[in-house]
Nanobody, 119 residues
C-alpha cells in the first residue's frame, strides 16, 4: 500500500504563511490527482485544493488568492503554499491521492498535519 508523508504544519499568527508537503512512498499505480482536504473539530471535511497530473487546479472559494497548490510528478509530491492565513484556516490538513491500479479506482489518505492560526 501507499504511504503518504505529510509535513509543514504548525502554529502561525494570522497573516503568516506555511507550506505543506505530501510525498507518496511509492508509485505503482496511475495517479490522476493529488490534493488537500481539511477538517476542523465539529465540522465536515472539506476540499481545499486539488491538482491533476496535467496541472489543472481547483480551489475552494475560501482559499482562492491565498493558497497555491503545486506538484512534482516525478517525485509524487504535492505542495500547498498557504499565505495570509486566517484563524478560520485552523484545521487538520489531510493529503489525498486519487488514481487507478489494474482497473480499480484508488483513494489514499494521509494521517493529517495540524495547522493552527492564532488571532
Amino acid at each position: 500500500q501507499v504511504q503518504l508523508e505529510e509535513s509543514g504544519g504548525g502554529l502561525v499568527q494570522a497573516g503568516g504563511s506555511l507550506r505543506l508537503s505530501c510525498a507518496a512512498s511509492r508509485s505503482i499505480f496511475s495517479i490522476s490527482a493529488m490534493g488537500w482536504y481539511r477538517q476542523a473539530p465539529g465540522k465536515q471535511r472539506e476540499l481545499v485544493a486539488t491538482i491533476t497530473v496535467g496541472d489543472s487546479t481547483d480551489y475552494a472559494d475560501s482559499v482562492k488568492g491565498r493558497f497555491t497548490i503545486s506538484r512534482d510528478n516525478a517525485k509524487n509530491t504535492v505542495y500547498l503554499q498557504m499565505n495570509s492565513l486566517k484563524p478560520e484556516d485552523t484545521a487538520v490538513y489531510i493529503c489525498n491521492v486519487k488514481g487507478s491500479y489494474i482497473y480499480r479506482d484508488i483513494n489514499y489518505w494521509g494521517q493529517g498535519t495540524q495547522v493552527t492560526v492564532s488571532s
